[in-house]
């Protein structure tokens, strides 16, 4: 067949360890035999990063706002351990996520995918449950220092044109201590509350929001009242398509998505929606099944997989061994991406090839091909064979060429 050919490139980020494996195989076996591959390639690998001193995630976010959407691998954010693992790093860089989160000035939407095969383990959970995370500030963007003497830590604020100042302590401490300053901007949380109404309206889902503004009372108080105000401008979109806004407290939330069905949007603050999309995620089956796209104010969109690198599987492939590590939410973000690609360009083609690709991906699981962390998932009486990454993206290949 033809090769599906492509007019606008991707931006592609290329990650570390075994998704980084991954990411080269899926390109081999599922795109590159059937697509005229067009992307503007950016290494985010940990240690290319280190020798550009993180320029290359700047310059990477930059053109997924040129060219307006990007596919992402997963990559290293170092922690002290890692930069014991990796002596050659002049500096513990922060998250690349973070960063082009923070470029972006995106929210991320997480949604599980779901075969029949594997059931939730929350057993009344019959629909996806999407967590749409703020992607900017709070800890991602917090400075922190550690002291080691009695005294006393306070927080300054000064504006340019120096008409405003503000000074609170924040603790006196009669010994050592360790301090942290976060914050957010206005306009960033109006364009998070904007993107999930406008979500929730797109895919005629609910919406949720939770805070826990009991606590932070001015912080997580602004989160609540610029939800507030925002919901007014589409409440009533809402109540012509019979959709509901629901605030509440976090830890109430949690207890309601336990005892819920599914089929709504949880939004979350930063912090609460990297943890709690690994909870549902991990919930539905398997971190490895979660899609996770950032979609920016201006439309850009980012495709990535929601998991880590896989360090544990990496470290036996580079001993030889076979690893049965789990590429559907890689692949998922490919196929999001050409999908992406295909409707702003007007490519039916490679919109319905995205959609194809997703296809044959569903057919291999549901006859019973998965790897290893989806095979004791499976309800009794499915049966299952586990297999390595590799032959399972062959048995996806397979169904993927029979189906164009």
């Given amino acids: 067949m033809e090769k599906i050919k492509m007019t606008t490139p991707l931006v592609e980020m290329d990650g570390d360890e075994m998704t980084r494996i991954l990411w080269a195989m899926i390109k081999e076996k599922l795109i590159l035999p059937f697509v005229e591959l067009k992307t503007e390639y950016y290494d985010l690998g940990l240690l290319h990063r280190n020798e550009t001193g993180d320029q290359v995630t700047v310059d990477a976010a930059n053109a997924a706002k040129k060219y307006g959407v990007a596919v992402k691998c997963a990559t290293i954010t170092p922690n002290k351990q890692r930069m014991e693992e990796y002596p050659q790093l002049t500096e513990m860089w922060k998250s690349p996520n973070g960063t082009i989160r923070s470029i972006l000035d995106g929210t991320v939407f997480r949604t599980p995918i779901c075969i029949d095969a594997i059931k939730p383990v929350v057993k009344n959970w019959k629909k996806p449950i999407t967590i749409a995370r703020h992607a900017y500030g709070d800890v991602y963007k917090s400075v922190d220092f550690v002291t080691g003497k009695p005294g006393t830590c306070t927080m300054t604020f000064r504006s340019d044109d120096g008409t405003e100042e503000k000074t609170v302590t924040v603790q006196k401490v009669n010994g050592p201590a360790l301090w942290q300053g976060a914050h957010n901007k206005e306009a960033s949380i109006r364009s998070f509350a904007h993107s999930c109404f406008q979500y929730a309206i797109d895919t005629r889902q609910d919406l949720w929001f939770s805070t ?30 019979g959709l509901t806004y629901f605030y509440t407290l976090i830890d109430d939330a949690v207890a309601r998505v336990i005892r819920s069905e599914g089929g709504y949007i949880w939004a979350c603050k930063n912090y609460d929606g990297d943890v709690m999309s690994d909870m549902v995620s991990t919930a539905f089956g398997s971190l490895a099944m979660m899609t996770s796209v950032l979609v920016a104010p201006d439309g850009v969109t980012e495709y990535e997989a929601a998991h880590g690198t896989v360090t544990r599987h990496y470290y036996r492939h580079l001993k030889g061994e076979k690893t049965s590590t789990n590429p559907m939410a890689t692949i998922f973000a490919w196929s999001g991406a050409l999908r992406k690609r295909g409707e702003l360009d007007g490519l039916d083609d490679l919109a319905q090839f995205a959609g194809k690709l997703e296809e044959a991906c569903f057919d291999t699981l549901n006859d019973g091909v998965m790897t290893r962390d989806l095979v004791g998932l499976v309800e009794p009486g499915f049966s299952a064979r586990a297999v390595d990454s590799e032959e399972f993206l062959d048995e996806i290949a397979g169904r993927l060429a029979r189906k164009l």
């Fill in 212 to 241: 826990k503004d009991t606590i932070a009372k001015v912080y997580d108080g602004q989160f609540k009242k610029i939800f507030e105000e925002e919901f007014e401008s589409c409440r009533t979109r809402f109540e012509e398509l």
